[in-house]
C-alpha cells in the first residue's frame, strides 16, 4: 500500500513563480524524504528531513515537516523549466532498515 | 564512482522465460533495494538487503528472488516471468540511515 499521497498530482506554472507540493502520511515515521524524477529517468534525491525537524531548506528548496498532522511540503522557489518533473516524497519508519514508501507523486511543469 | 548501475537498460521476455535484472554499486553502500514502478503508482519495493548475506521481503515480493552474495551486487530474479511484472524496475543503494541512489532503471516488457 502507498504511504504517502502527494497533492495536487498535477500542477502546472510558469517560469519564476512558486511550486508548493504536499505529502501527507499514515504511520510514524523517522524520517521524510523528497526525490525528483525526470522523465523515463531514476529518481534523484532533494533532501532528508527528519522527525525531529520542522524545516530544512536547500539551495532553492524549502521542505516542511509537520508530524501532528502527519504531513509535509516542498516549496520550489524562482522554478525554472529545468524543475519540470515528477516530485515523490517517500517515508521511512523506525523499524530498523530504512524502507521507502512512495507516494504517486505530483508532476510539476514550468512554463518559460 | 560510477554509482549505481543497472543492466540490461530494455528487456522483452516472452511469459514463462526467466532472468537476472543486474545492479551493482561502487559506493560501499550496506543497504540495497529493487523497486518496480508502473504508471501512476509511484515505486513499491520488491526486495531489499541490509548487508551481504541478508536480504528480506518489501511489498511485492511474488515472483521474483534476490541474493546478496557481496556487498557491490544485488541481483533480482525474474523466475517465471508474467504480463503483470511489465514495469519499469530500479534499484538503489544507500548507507545507513542516509538517502538512496537510484540506478537509471530497466525496462521490461513481458508478453
Known amino acids: 500500500s502507498q504511504q504517502g499521497e502527494e497533492d495536487p498530482q498535477a500542477l502546472s506554472i510558469q517560469e519564476g513563480e512558486n511550486a508548493t507540493m504536499n505529502c501527507s502520511y499514515k504511520t510514524s515515521i523517522n524520517n521524510l524524504q523528497w526525490y525528483r524524477q525526470n522523465s523515463g529517468r531514476g529518481l534523484v534525491h532533494l533532501i532528508l528531513i527528519r522527525s525531529n525537524e520542522r524545516e530544512k531548506h536547500s539551495g532553492r528548496l524549502r521542505v516542511t515537516l509537520d508530524t501532528s498532522k502527519k504531513s509535509s511540503s516542498l516549496l520550489i522557489t524562482a522554478s525554472r523549466a529545468a524543475d519540470t518533473a515528477s516530485y515523490f516524497c517517500a517515508t521511512v519508519d523506525n523499524t530498523g532498515f530504512q524502507k521507502l514508501v512512495f507516494g504517486t507523486g505530483t508532476r510539476l511543469l514550468v512554463s518559460p | 564512482n560510477a554509482g549505481v548501475t543497472q543492466t540490461p537498460k530494455f528487456q522483452v521476455l516472452k511469459t514463462g522465460q526467466s532472468m537476472t535484472l543486474q545492479c551493482a554499486q561502487d559506493m560501499n553502500h550496506e543497504y540495497m533495494s529493487w523497486y518496480r514502478q508502473d504508471p501512476g503508482m509511484g515505486l513499491r519495493l520488491i526486495h531489499y538487503?541490509?548487508?551481504?548475506?541478508?536480504?528480506d521481503q518489501g511489498e511485492v515480493p511474488n515472483g521474483y528472488n534476490v541474493s546478496r552474495s557481496t556487498t557491490e551486487d544485488f541481483p533480482l530474479r525474474l523466475l517465471s516471468a508474467a504480463p503483470s511484472q511489465t514495469s519499469v524496475y530500479f534499484c538503489a543503494s544507500s548507507p545507513r540511515g542516509g538517502a538512496q541512489y537510484f540506478g537509471p532503471g530497466t525496462r521490461l516488457t513481458v508478453l
Open positions: 538487503s541490509v548487508g551481504a548475506g541478508i536480504t
